[in-house]
């Protein structure tokens, strides 16, 4: 157990037990203070359950962010916390500013003062759009509003005004968001254009009585820090969090993040993490190749990832983005430095490819899966081989054969046949192995696996006791995997937040599961009458 007498840093509070002067802090947390060691002795009982598992340091190379304030083991609840802004994404399809609802048909009404289109009147007085509506109103010749349907960078505006806005509604959401990464000298250097317009919008069109500096902050937090969320409209939305944003970016990450439908975001461990370890996410998402992680890090957060995924040309031996090499065929092409234009090359015979060819080879299979032509006719045989032709082109754990594999499984879901129930058995098999390398632990993603191969499974197996003469240990023993598999799955989605889809998702897998027991006692009868 940690012992209560941890010196912490130098800052000054008051002490948590008799409420005087205090420079001593709690060594795990850093925010209790406490006059000295015998009252942080005597508080260390009731300090130690709210005691933060985390805690926020700042590194030259890592900026601020969060590490393990003690040793934590896989499901540990981090955080669970609101949204300090919500709003439309950057670039979106017509949006209430009211509601967040989607707006449809052509001749949607509009508010009455500021002309941006709303999915109902009422939705003009909404608490949402209230504050805004004046300043967005100081756009008369109505500049910014979207004029028709479809797709539109015009939503950019809001966000920062939105953020604006908690200086007055929210001091300390507006002290949030002036402390957040924000990049905005890069992003006038670069020129980035969709940043150069909203702040010229901002600042000459609405005229916001601000410095040119805290426009430039507000965008640029916005672009830096928001998160896409789904509405309790079921519309993508963005969202910022006060200490969600903290979480430095791994591409294999330890902590998973859930949010319920009330916009509130959860943080936990998906594996055990050792004290003073980095707390990371994936800010890309971890089912991305390399090419596309390393271009939104560069152009959205101005960072190159130097995680232990991205430092190797193998990605953890998964080898997500590599094609297969074409001259050798055995062997892959890995990516030489995983920064900037790199070259690929087959450690074996040494050919190399550039990285444009190697794209221009994916972007060719993905339009192939997209337009679903590679499955047409839909047979097992079919699917099959379309699998297997990914397979001579990419590793097979490769991102390509990840898409492919789903959209297989898609065509394939309602095949219960033998053959049909054992291929996707195998397909789920190996999605689940390449998630547990990618995003290892606790996550949803394996849990909703689990479930759907111990589902398969079980079909698989009552199929074949129904129609087949099984060989019945071996029977047995597949079932009790099903078992193992629907139980860790149970364990995972339970941790889910109450407002979301978890509690449901739990219910199903409990249901299959006392029928995979029941199914499994059944033939444990036999086997003993057999017998
Ligand atoms: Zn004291
Ligand atoms: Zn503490
Ligand atoms: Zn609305
Ligand atoms: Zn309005
Ligand atoms: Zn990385
Ligand atoms: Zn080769």
Redesign the pocket.
């Known amino acids: 157990m940690r012992t209560a007498g941890r010196m912490g840093g130098g800052d000054i509070g008051t002490c948590g037990v008799c409420h005087t002067v205090a420079s001593l802090t ?1 060594g ?2 850093g ?2 203070h406490y006059c000295g060691k015998e009252h942080q002795r005597q508080h260390w009982p009731k ?1 130690r359950v709210e ?2 598992p985390y805690k926020v340091v700042s590194t030259p190379e890592a900026g601020k962010h969060m590490v393990a304030s003690r040793k934590l083991t896989a499901g540990q609840m981090l955080v669970y916390e609101s949204p300090v802004v919500v709003a439309p994404l950057s670039i979106c399809p017509l949006l209430c500013l009211g509601c967040h609802g989607s707006i449809t048909g052509d001749d949607f009404p509009r508010c009455p003062k500021c002309w941006w289109p709303l999915c109902s009147l009422a939705c003009a007085s909404s608490r949402l759009h209230k504050g805004e509506c004046a300043i967005l109103a100081l756009d008369t010749k109505h500049i910014a509003p979207p004029t028709e349907q479809g797709e539109t960078p015009r939503y950019d505006v809001i966000a920062p005004i939105r953020c604006l806005l908690l200086q007055s509604t929210n001091p300390s959401g507006w002290q949030t968001i002036l402390d957040m990464a924000h990049h905005s000298e890069q992003r006038q250097l670069n020129k980035e254009e969709q940043h150069l317009i909203t702040v010229r919008y901002l600042s000459d069109v609405l005229k916001l009585d601000y410095d040119l500096d805290i426009l430039n902050q507000a965008r640029g937090a916005v672009a830096t820090n928001g998160m896409e969320i789904r509405s309790d409209k079921n519309t993508r939305v963005r969202a910022m969090y006060p200490l969600i944003r903290l979480f430095n970016n791994s591409c294999a990450p330890n902590v998973h993040l859930s949010v319920a439908y009330n916009g509130m975001i959860q943080a936990r461990t998906t594996v055990p993490v050792s004290v003073g370890e980095p707390l990371c996410i994936c800010y890309t998402g971890a089912l991305m190749p390399i090419w596309e992680r390393n271009e939104t890090l560069t152009l959205s957060y101005h960072f190159s990832c130097n995680c232990p995924r991205c430092g190797d040309p193998t990605e953890l031996g998964t080898h997500f983005s590599s094609p297969r090499c074409p001259d050798c065929v055995q062997s892959y092409l890995l990516p030489c430095t995983w920064l900037g234009e790199t070259v690929w090359r087959c450690k074996l015979c040494k050919q190399e490819e550039s990285n444009a060819q190697v794209l221009e080879n994916v972007k060719i299979w993905l339009q192939r899966i997209e337009m679903d032509d590679i499955f047409s006719g839909c047979s097992l045989k079919r699917s099959k081989a379309a699998l297997q032709e990914v397979e001579d082109d990419f590793h097979p754990q490769h991102y390509v054969w990840m898409r492919a594999a789903h959209s297989a499984l898609y065509r394939m879901s309602d095949n219960n046949t033998e053959q049909g129930l054992n291929m996707r058995i195998k397909i789920w098999k190996r999605l689940v192995a390449l998630y547990t390398v990618l995003e290892p632990g606790l996550t949803k993603r394996r849990g909703m696996s689990l479930l759907e191969t111990g589902i398969i499974m079980l079909r698989a197996a009552q199929l074949e006791h129904r129609e087949g003469e099984p060989f019945m240990p071996e029977l047995l023993e597949r079932v009790r995997t099903v078992v193992k598999y629907l139980d860790e799955a149970s364990q995972i989605l339970s941790m889910e937040p109450t407002e979301s889809k978890g509690p449901a998702m739990v219910q199903k897998t409990e249901e299959v599961k006392a029928e995979a027991e029941q199914f499994l006692q059944r033939l444990d009868s036999e086997t003993v009458r057999a017998e």
Do not use: R
């Open positions: 709690c795990g947390c925010s209790m300090h005691c933060p």
